[in-house]
């Protein structure tokens, strides 16, 4: 009995193991997400990013300054590099930094544009975050106003979208 007892033990151990194993590795998809909000009450494009936390923290990893040491201050530095949006003559909309979160997963980046500056306009909204990162990344802007989602998807070498907002 107690040769059967250290069977199973050793089963549920390397049962343990190779779902460990899988867990570490689960994470093959590379995808960003983009949410353009119009909200009529504040007058504001809303702008929120959400990224898998080990994704930034490769990029950021690789573009941040040495002598750099604020996360917030990097990661709006790398925000503003990958996300622009420019009017039809070229010139850059800069969103406003609101704010960042994170948990175990997720990084959660807010910005915000006065809908003055963007309504009525045909903007180039670039997206290429994490695309110098990975060759496989796909990141999708949605775009949501007066109740309807427009969705954009980009990739490396396809990162720019023309919007008529």
Known sequence: MHVGKLRIISFFAAVMTLLLAFNAEAHRYHFGLTELE?????QSLEITHRFFVADIERALQL???KEMKDAQAQMASYI???F????A???VIEPKWVGMES???DVWVYQEIPLSQVEGK????QQSMLMEVERDQVNTI???RDGNTESFTLKPGASRVEIQF
């Open 84 to 87: 622009q949006i420019r009017a």
């Open 103 to 105: 948990d175990v997963h």
């Open 89 to 91: 003559d070229g010139a």
């Open 38 to 42: 119009v909200n009529p009450r504040t």
């Open 122 to 125: 045909k903007l180039q909204v």
């Open 80 to 82: 503003n590099e990958r």
């Open 63 to 65: 573009s941040a300054s």
């Open 142 to 144: 949605n775009l949501t």
